[in-house]
Structure formats: structure tokens, C-alpha cells
């Protein structure tokens, strides 16, 4: 990779950095707070709160993550700068449309895929794991 190509990564990975900071946590408020205790609970709509106060957590959760992978891709480019674009798992370039939409990967798609069937994060719910 060029100096040419680490400086275009910055500038992508700091433009992100400012787009995630602007945006600010999403806000997580649980159903009964508020000034208005003599409200009733309404129980068709718990549910749907209780679904966007989860998505607003994941949001938030996901949202420090990728600040914190920004940074530590940022220290990487300041400290050595030839290592930057390299996978830390095989050291070999990863592809620079990867790199596009995600400036701060330290993994090739190859150590990904790898990685995520050695160490899955979870599977998706079914009706039936609820029975």
C-alpha cells in the first residue's frame, strides 16, 4: 500500500469517526420513566418499547465498537503506517474494497470467515426456541 493509499484511509476512517460522535448515542428510556405516573401502561405497545429500548442498547453497543476499532486502526497508521491494510492474521494485503467500506478491518474476508465459524457470536431466534 502507498503512502498515497494511507493518507485516502485516514481521511476515511476519520470522516467516520466524526460521523459516529455527531450522531451521539441513540437514547434508551424505559417505559415508565417520565413525569407522567398516573399514565397507564399501555400493553399492547410494552412490547414495542421494549424492542426499540434493545435495538437503541445494540446501537449504541455497536457504535462504541467501531470508535474504538477507528481508533486502534488511527494508532496503527501513526505507529506503522506499513503495517496498515495487512491482515493480522496471515499478513497478507487485505483487498482495498474491504478496506473502502470498512477502514478500520484487521482482517482479510478469508480470516473473517474463519474466525467467525471458529467462534460464532450467537444464532438467529426461532419461533420454535420459545416453545
Request: hydrophobic content about 35%; some cysteine.
Amino acid at each position: 500500500m502507498t503512502p498515497k493509499d494511507v493518507e485516502f484511509f485516514k481521511a476515511l476512517l476519520l470522516s467516520r469517526q466524526a460521523e459516529l460522535r455527531a450522531e451521539g448515542d441513540v437514547e434508551v428510556v424505559p417505559e415508565n420513566s417520565g413525569a407522567d405516573t398516573a399514565r397507564r401502561v399501555d400493553e399492547d405497545a410494552a412490547p414495542l418499547a421494549e424492542m426499540n429500548q434493545i435495538i437503541a442498547s445494540k446501537r449504541n453497543v455497536t457504535r462504541t465498537q467501531q470508535l474504538e476499532a477507528i481508533l486502534e486502526a488511527l494508532d496503527l497508521i501513526a505507529e506503522d503506517p506499513d503495517e496498515y491494510g495487512h491482515c493480522e492474521d496471515c499478513s497478507k494485503e487485505i483487498k482495498r474494497r474491504r478496506l473502502e467500506l470498512m477502514p478500520w478491518s484487521t482482517l482479510c474476508i478469508a480470516c473473517a470467515e474463519k474466525r467467525e465459524r471458529e467462534n460464532p457470536r450467537g444464532r438467529r431466534r426461532h419461533l420454535t426456541d420459545y416453545k
